[in-house]
């Protein structure tokens, strides 16, 4: 079994919705037959018994491939991955298929799909295979990788309210929606948030003092610089003491309740480890932990230091292990509780107690393992959201907003949140950034909280689901200009737009990225910008191919046409109906109060409307044809021309757009232009652009270079007609043919070379059909053969052109520029040229010098 071609496929794609590794693998004529392998699947299933609750008992694995898929699937899930989604398919190679299987993270996904291979390995030869460890070590990478709980609570509510998001490291840093609408945070922590207010949270006597000066309670303190100086400041305040860092978090460095020198010793030498040290009054009472979200309490807990309660027969070690071997505590943040350490500040502790760790305790006796109730050191809580009395709320607030948090958790230490703090000598003891949500999310005791949720909600109005409007355009010709004119009517409705396709990627206008940027990379990146109020996106097969789409869903999929020319034979799509079902992954995403814009005359184009969530508008110059008709008398959206002008009716109500006034069209005279600008205002259309706007952008747009390039680009050169395009495969052609056959030529030439990647009968049929519309052909050979040998493209060029009906002049020159030199040279006045550029932008510049030139010396 041989395995290729790993790809990482992060967003929707040809098969599913769901991120996914694909991979192609070749079996021989033996494992495509598992029954034809004696014994294997014994082994497999003895080397990893877990194979068999996903084994498919309707459908069992009958290749190696196939086992594959189901053994990567399940060493996944056995790690606690949340993956369900998996398939195998065969191609038109024989015995090679694609399998894809779901991934929650990516690396997991390769690590699963690499040792599922191994697995398969050992099965096969009779060797060792140990599935222990193999999901030990998936289960520690996705740990590793995985958003921690709080991060991972607020992603889940942005999801559940529609709100896209996007990991921009491996770390808590996300962002969520798109464009002008994004926010971002770093784990609980908000973008609005600024560096000095984290600074001053991080600062705990600032913070005292703030507090104080806002009139909020809290305990009496000073920093100190020794050991000595700690002992002098404790004796000043009075015992019992609180010694913790003056720059910490989450607990690290704290000891609580010191009343001996021994005690504050031990104390100040962990605090001094974090940082600079401060001692302040210890307050008595329980621990809580109070979360400001904004200006409102949205979760409180009473956390309680971490504790073992004795049996009269193990020790102290033993019931610490005991405890710890709880799932729900581990040793980082991926857990509701965190292991109880016995260390130094735990032995003292004790010690204070009378214990050691290896004392046993009387039965039922509570023996505290430190005085400090952070859940990082293993402490426990209990949800108290519905006891906290509006005065103690009123405190927290103001706490947070005095040092200007947005999202705060306050410590305050009282005998009860019932009652108001100063009437119990209660009072805040600490204010902190990026507070961590496990104790609100999943407490110990009582009710868990979904304080994503209010962040969530504080971050985004209700009904504000983050999208910027996106249009994705996808087909076999027409994509580039009319993914250029929809950017354009945005544009010109006062929305700042940015724009990708096969010449670069835009925002506002400006290039941010150049070459081919119609894969979700470069959409991707469009969608970060924070200038974008709007992304009009050319979406290639190649893309969605290699890693799937750059978004989770469009507001409008705008489907052109399907062609028989569009890379068949690449990556095991050989059909036309291929190609659709790849093409319509757009229309698929496209969101439940959507659009699909599609092409009523392209029959397999039509058939897509069943794929879309959302709705559809159909487009077509015949308004008579049968889907127009039929989903007019539904009143449902359509496009199409009547007389001279395009029309988008619904119903009874009617918007009429004369051709004249939409230079792109030429008057009408460029069908295929007339096509593109229909699909265009179908697109501007159901994105909610207003005609007014839309009938500006449709009259200052126009298929010159500076516009279009390469995209029926018309010129003058000495009275001759010259048109260069980037058409390449026969449909283009056709289409190219029916537009220079509506302008008036005496002699009409085409300058022609054909892409290496295609198959030797769309090579053929381009000249084909301009061997019927052309007098003079001129042929050259690209820059790049991609995969062909020297002067093979040109020779299946010529072989087309052996029957042609017009063509009597055919040359061969070497070199793009040399081979638009020589028809330039050739032509007369009244004389039509067309110019199929390879390399767009160096073609057109080439051939503006030629006519700059001509003008000069004429």
Not at 687 to 695: E, N, V
Request: hydrophobic content about 40%; proline content about 5%.
């Amino acid at each position: 079994m041989d395995v290729s071609r790993i790809r990482a496929l992060r967003g929707p794609n040809l098969w599913s919705r769901n991120t996914a590794i694909e991979a192609i693998v070749r079996c021989s004529e033996e494992e495509s037959q598992i029954g034809q392998l004696p014994g294997f699947e014994a082994r497999l299933r003895m080397l990893f018994p877990a194979i068999g609750e996903h084994w498919p008992i309707d459908s069992p694995p009958q290749n190696l491939a196939q086992v594959l898929e189901v053994a990567a699937l399940a060493l996944q899930a056995q790690a606690g991955c949340p993956v369900t989604y998996s398939r195998s398919t065969a191609t038109v190679e024989p015995g090679t298929h694609q399998v894809v299987v779901e991934y929650s993270e990516e690396e997991v996904g390769r690590q699963a799909l690499a040792l599922a291979q191994e697995l398969i390995r050992a099965a096969a030869d009779g060797g060792a295979f140990d599935a222990v460890a193999a999901v030990s070590r998936l289960r520690d990478i996705d740990e590793d990788l995985r958003l921690g709980p709080s991060t991972g609570s607020i992603v889940n509510a942005a999801v559940a309210r529609g709100i896209p998001y996007r990991r921009l490291t491996q770390g808590s840093l996300v962002q969520f929606g798109w464009g002008s609408k994004q926010r971002r945070i770093q784990a609980a922590e908000v973008d609005t948030t600024s560096a000095v207010a984290e600074s001053i949270a991080q600062d705990k006597d600032l913070t005292k003092t703030l507090l104080l000066a806002a009139g909020v309670p809290v305990p009496i303190g000073r920093p100190v610089s020794d050991a000595d100086d700690a002992w002098a400041a404790a004796q000043q305040i009075g015992l019992p003491v609180v010694v913790k860092p003056q720059d910490g978090n989450q607990g690290k460095g704290v000891t609580v309740n010191v009343v001996t020198r021994e005690q504050l010793d031990a104390a100040f030498k962990a605090a001094d480890e974090i940082g600079s040290v401060m001692v302040e009054k210890y307050l008595p009472g329980a621990d809580y932990r109070l979360l400001v979200v904004g200006k409102k309490l949205v979760a409180a807990a009473r956390r309680d230091p971490p504790l073992v309660i004795g049996d009269g027969r193990s020790t102290v070690q033993a019931l610490v292990e005991r405890v710890n071997a709880d799932p729900k505590r581990g040793d980082g943040h991926a857990t509701p509780l965190t292991k109880i350490r016995i260390d130094d500040i735990a032995i003292a502790s004790l010690r204070s107690q009378g214990l050691a760790p290896d004392s046993v305790p009387l039965k039922g006796q509570r023996v505290l393992l430190r005085n400090n109730a952070n859940l990082s050191t293993g402490g426990s809580a209990t949800d108290v959201t519905d006891d906290v009395h509006r005065d103690v709320a009123a405190r927290a607030v103001a706490a947070a907003q005095m040092v200007g948090l947005h999202i705060c958790g306050v410590d305050v230490v009282c005998e009860s949140v019932l009652r108001p703090l100063e009437e119990q000598s209660g009072g805040v003891v600490e204010v902190n950034a990026a507070p961590g949500l496990r104790m609100h999310l999943s407490p110990s005791y009582g009710k868990g909280r979904n304080v994503g949720e209010a962040i969530i909600g504080h971050l985004y109005a209700p009904g504000d689901d983050g999208r910027v409007p996106t249009v994705a355009v996808t087909g076999t010709n027409g994509k580039t200009t009319v993914t250029r004119l929809i950017a354009h009517l945005m544009a010109t409705s006062g929305l700042r737009v940015g724009m990708t396709n096969t010449d670069g990627a835009y925002v506002q206008g400006r290039q941010i990225d150049s070459g081919d940027c119609s894969g979700p990379r470069s959409a991707r990146n469009v969608l970060a910008h924070p200038d974008v109020d709007a992304a009009v996106f050319e979406t290639a097969r190649g893309g969605i191919l290699r890693e799937g789409l750059g978004f989770d869903r469009c507001a409008v999929a705008v489907v052109t046409n399907l062609g028989e020319g569009d890379h068949l034979g690449l990556n095991f799509i050989s059909t036309v109906d291929d190609l659709a079902v790849l093409k319509r992954v757009i229309v698929r995403n496209v969101a439940p109060n959507g659009y699909a814009v599609l092409n009523a005359a392209d029959p397999i184009v039509a058939a897509m409307s069943v794929a879309c969530p959302g709705q559809v508008c159909y487009f077509a110059a015949d308004r008579h044809h049968p889907v127009m008709a039929a989903h007019r008398a539904q009143g449902r959206r359509v496009v199409y021309v009547e007389g001279n002008a395009i029309v988008a009716a619904q119903g009874s109500w009617r918007e009429r757009l004369p051709l004249a006034e939409i230079p792109l069209t030429r008057g009408g005279s460029i069908g295929f232009q007339v096509e593109n600008a229909m699909a265009a205002v179908g697109a501007g259309w159901c994105a909610g652009l207003d005609w007014d706007a839309m009938r500006r952008g449709l009259e200052s747009f126009d298929s010159d270079a500076g516009t279009t390039p390469g995209r029926f680009n018309v010129m003058d050169y000495r009275g001759a007609t010259v048109i260069a395009d980037y058409g390449h495969n026969p449909d283009a052609m056709r289409a190219l043919v029916r537009a220079v056959e509506a302008m008036p030529a005496q002699r009409r030439s085409v300058v022609i070379s054909g892409a290496g990647d295609r198959r030797d009968k769309d090579l053929r049929d381009q000249t084909v059909i301009l061997g019927a519309a052309f007098d003079d052909v001129i042929l050259y050979q690209d820059a790049a053969q991609r995969g062909r040998a020297d002067g093979e493209v040109l020779a299946l060029l010529r072989d087309g052109l052996k029957d042609a009906a017009r063509t009597r002049c055919i040359d061969e020159v070497r070199g793009e520029f040399a081979a638009i030199d020589t028809a330039l040279q050739r032509l007369q006045p009244g004389d039509l040229c067309l110019v199929l550029v390879d390399q767009v932008q160096e073609a057109l510049e080439h051939l503006q010098r030629r006519i700059e030139a001509a003008a000069v010396a004429a």
